[in-house]
């Protein structure tokens, strides 16, 4: 498939009998060419021209990566291509391998960007209940996929700590039947946690994950203590350190064991990017997401506090990327999140299979939640359109779904058709479509269509935007110094899954 989307050519100018199958478009005044299995090559405007006349020749300096990527017919192996596309899309019909499950809806924090069903404290009807528990895990435990993450959220999670523990060790007990690769996350704002519950989750090898929006006056501002005078922020870079040293006593190695955090963008958090990243390169955290904030679920009043447009945060994550590319050129080692997800996508065979970011979207079918009660939605998301009176996501309930009946229900069956890119209008020719992801759901809350007007939507400015900015670096990359600090952030050293101390 050729894409003549951004730069028009005269049509007898183009011999297809002479092309390979690609997309492409243009970054600056290069021309980027991609193709289905996330091969991409950049070229000059007049040598792609050279290309499309078929007149580039076997001497010419590009020919040899053209020809490895499959950009040309000539001794085309097809073959190759499909097991290179076999490779990317390996994730299809492997099955959910991540299991959300909302253990409360209770939650002793109000921030400023929160448009969850989260209640308050008293609030116990919200917890989930161990009988409940345990049908979550029986459940989501018959999924083809051979590894598996419980990822537990709230409300505030720990509130519940009952059934995260649980929840660890009745999957593990039945894991040694299944023989799956096994992991368990806790996603917690550490404003609610205590010694007794920090050392089992240390002990049982849980993953710890917590929000840190940046210096004191960011985190306390976006994520205020409900009912509390004590600052959110020092209480939760405290339990940070209390954990990575448990970690270092444990004999761990604290480059794969510590807690990790996210960080979420409001108008304040703009002030104070750089302040934010070098938190993160203080405090020995590797990875910064400088995730934008979601457009929906907000009052007007509130989003005018704390919102800005889809431009405004590009402009200001353009920015903080390049300050992240200099730091790592004087040797600091830090990355940025979704970036790092992207360039695994260009510079690896693999997919990261990263649920938000993939074609089909992984809602329903590379991960699936519970809430509180057994409801069952292809993610949390779903939950959450739920939780403001729509039931359009639900997909069942554990009680009488089955595994098979909601992971083929006919609402996950549309959430794939409105997120698999090679059947989209534009998506299915434009040069990002191997990088990039639909997320319906956004779509279904923006505009109350899955499909929606994709070139419309504030994703697709978003990724494409995001890509465009990466290729561009490398397209300027004289010296590969850039592509060098891009590659390290595409390297994973895994922690061990399955790691149940008792076995």
């Known amino acids: 498939m050729i894409s003549r989307t951004t730069l028009q050519l005269p049509r007898r100018a183009v ?12 970054i600056g005044e290069k021309v980027l060419l991609t193709s289905d299995a996330g091969e991409w090559q950049l070229l000059s405007q007049p040598d792609f021209a050279l290309l499309l006349r078929g007149e580039l020749t076997p001497t010419h300096p590009a020919y040899d990566g053209l020809r490895e990527r499959g950009f040309l017919r000539q001794d085309l192996d097809a073959e190759d291509l499909a097991r290179k596309l076999r490779r990317k899309r390996r994730y299809l019909g492997a099955g959910p391998h ?9 939650c002793n924090q109000s921030c400023a960007y929160c448009h969850a069903s989260r209640t308050d404290m008293h609030r116990t009807e919200t917890d989930m209940s161990l009988a409940t528990a345990k049908k979550v895990v029986d459940h989501v435990m018959r999924t083809p996929s051979q590894y ?14 009952d059934v995260i523990k649980f929840c660890v060790q009745h999957s593990r007990e039945k894991n040694r039947h299944e023989r799956k690769a096994l992991d368990h996350s806790v996603v917690t ?16 090898n849980v993953l710890v994950c917590t ?29 940070m350190d209390w954990f990575n040293r448990a970690y270092i006593e444990k004999g761990l190695d604290p480059q794969l064991w510590h807690v990790d955090a996210l960080m979420t963008t409001t108008r304040r958090s703009m002030e104070h990017g ?30 005018r506090a704390i919102g800005y447009t889809m431009e405004e945060w590009l402009a200001f994550y353009e920015e903080m990327l390049d300050y992240i590319i200099e730091l790592n050129h004087q040797g600091v080692q830090i990355m940025e999140g979704t970036a790092a997800t992207f360039l695994k996508k260009i510079l690896t065979p693999d997919d990261p299979n990263f649920v938000d970011i993939r074609s089909p979207v992984g809602s329903g079918t590379g991960q699936i939640c519970y809430g509180y009660d057994g409801s069952i ?39 794939a058709t409105a997120s698999l890119l090679d059947a989209l209008p534009q998506c299915e020719s434009c040069w990002n479509a191997p990088y990039c992801g639909v997320r319906p759901l956004h779509n279904y809350m923006m505009s109350g269509d899955l499909f929606a007007q994709r070139p419309l939507t504030p994703k697709c400015t978003q990724h494409m935007a995001m890509v465009r900015m990466l290729f561009s670096r490398l397209a300027n990359d004289s010296d590969g110094r850039i592509e060098a600090i891009f590659r390290r952030w595409t390297i994973d050293r895994p922690r061990s899954p399955d790691a149940d101390p008792t076995a």
Not at 149 to 154: D, L, T, V
Request: a neutral charge; aromatic letters at 10%; proline letters at 6%.
């Open 148 to 161: 598996l993450c419980f990822e537990y959220q709230g409300g505030e999670p720990t509130v519940n700590m």
């Open 15 to 26: 011999r297809p009998e002479a092309l390979g199958p690609f997309r492409w478009g243009k």
């Open 98 to 106: 991540l299991a959300v499950v909302i253990t409360t809806l209770r």
């Open 211 to 239: 929000s840190l929006d940046g210096p004191k006056e960011v985190h306390d501002s976006n994520r205020p203590w409900t009912g509390k005078t004590a600052a959110a922020y020092d209480t939760v870079t405290g339990w």
């Open 189 to 204: 704002n550490m404003t609610y946690m205590n010694e007794e519950n920090a050392r089992w989750l240390v002990d049982n």
């Open 377 to 415: 939605y292809p993610s949390d998301e779903g939950r959450m359109v739920h939780g403001m009176g729509d039931a359009i996501f639900k997909l069942g309930h554990v009680d009488d779904t089955s595994f098979e009946q909601a992971t083929r229900h006919p609402t996950v069956r549309a959430i």
């Open 274 to 303: 750089k302040a934010i990243v070098d938190l993160y390169v203080q405090r020995g955290i590797r990875n910064v997401h400088l995730r934008p904030l979601n457009p929906f679920g907000f009052a007007t009043k509130t989003w």
